[in-house]
């Protein structure tokens, strides 16, 4: 497995020590003695007067509790952005890695410990319900949209009970979107093809500078490549595409090692989508990430609050890299993530339709 998440100490919240997902976890850390709290605000109430990095402190810290309220919602989007119609899981919070442009730091401001939630089994009828809602649609629904989906799976064992949920039920989908390495428990399962293993790329160059503990490019194509073999479909998300000099080369590298690995017929969907921060986060990354060189470019404020590429960058990046995407695999669903109606038609000549199915994102009005 990739290396064991550091951690310097372990919270409960009472009620949850029995939980299997609970047991998981304090397995793998013997050497810790976890306390039992009354509430979840008790791992991270002291966290900024210990530390100048309350974020990067609460990294270390564990908190296992149960989901009171709902685990699945429906992805809000962006204003003005065209929308991937998608349903989010919430298994967990904050995230083991550490990434200049996660969105998180801001997210979790005040809350930045990683907290797991130990009562799983009741995200099964809350999904069973939005499937008697609606019967006719194909769902898709994500973990990875407040943490990694995999990089606390080797320690907590999600996937031992999402992919048994999830096996044969044709109307559902589960994309698990990483950067990691951590694909053991999926290797238990075969032909779990609803199930999505999805991977974030980027060149080794923006990795090592801005995707702290995530594993290398070529790390991420073998374990694509490994499930693959077992019978999931992958994706790929080139998001965020971060300009810098020699970016060309970097990117068309990426799209060449996958094409080259992983069979163009295997791939579900291929995401592209620019760097996008609130202005806000500008400040924390200069503080956490000081070589970080996701400022130095030039940056507009778009309707919905958050900083872009200007327009004719983005739009000069999105067609070399969906060019060099189609070239190597002509039939691949390839979309944008969180783009304008007018990005897309410049990019598709095209804007997909809202779409019940996942496939008709991929058929244009
Ligand atoms: S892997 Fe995702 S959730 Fe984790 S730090 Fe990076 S951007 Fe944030």
């Known amino acids: 497995m990739d290396k064991l998440p550091y951690l310097n100490s372990i919270f409960i919240e009472k009620g949850s020590e029995n939980y299997r997902i609970t047991q998981n976890l304090l397995s793998r850390y013997p050497w810790i003695k976890p306390k039992i709290v009354s509430a979840g605000s008790e791992a991270f109430w002291d966290l900024a007067k210990i530390s100048a990095d309350p974020i990067g402190e609460g990294k270390k810290r564990l908190f296992i509790g149960r989901q009171k309220g709902d685990f699945l ?3 809000p989007g962006t204003k003005n952005m065209v929308c991937c119609n998608y349903y989010v ?6 995230c083991s890695l550490d990434c200049s442009y996660c969105i ?3 997210y979790l401001r005040n809350n930045p410990a990683l907290k797991v939630f130990c009562n799983i089994k009741d995200c099964f009828s809350e999904i069973e319900d ?4 609606r019967p006719n649609a194909a769902l898709r ?10 990089a606390l799976d080797e320690i907590a064992g999600f996937s031992n009970e999402l992919v048994p949920f999830f096996l044969g039920r044709k109307n559902l989908i589960l994309e698990l979107k990483t950067k990691t390495t951590s694909i053991a428990n999926l290797l238990k399962y075969d032909n779990a093809s609803n199930v999505v293993v999805a991977w974030s790329m980027n060149p080794d160059a923006v990795i090592e500078l801005e995707e702290e503990g995530a594993a290398k ?3 991420r194509v073998e374990a694509a490549r490994e499930c693959m073999e077992k019978g999931y479909r992958i994706a790929f998300h080139f998001d965020p595409v971060i300009l810098y000099d ?14 080259r690995h992983i069979d163009a017929r295997k791939i579900a969907w291929i995401s592209v989508g620019g760097l996008r921060f609130r202005p806000s986060l500008k400040e924390v990354i200069r503080e956490r990430f000081p070589k970080s060189r996701l400022l130095t470019g030039e940056h507009i404020l778009g309707e919905d609050g958050k900083m872009r590429y200007l327009k004719s960058l983005r739009i000069s990046a999105y067609r070399k890299i969906v060019g060099w995407i189609r070239a190597a695999a002509p039939s691949a669903r390839v979309y944008l993530c969180m783009e304008s109606r007018e990005i897309w038609r410049k990019i598709f000549y095209m804007v ?14």
């Open 89 to 94: 899981l919430n298994l967990a919070t904050q």
């Open 73 to 75: 919602k429906k992805c």
């Open 130 to 133: 939005l499937v008697r809602s």
């Open 352 to 365: 997909p339709k809202c779409q019940e199915k996942p496939d008709l994102l991929f058929d244009g009005e």
């Open 246 to 259: 020699g970016w060309e080369e970097g990117y068309k590298g990426v799209v060449d090692l996958i094409f």
């Open 217 to 219: 490019v070529k790390e």
């Open 104 to 106: 998180l730091q801001e």
């Open 141 to 150: 629904i994500g973990t990875g949209e407040f943490t990694d989906s995999l």
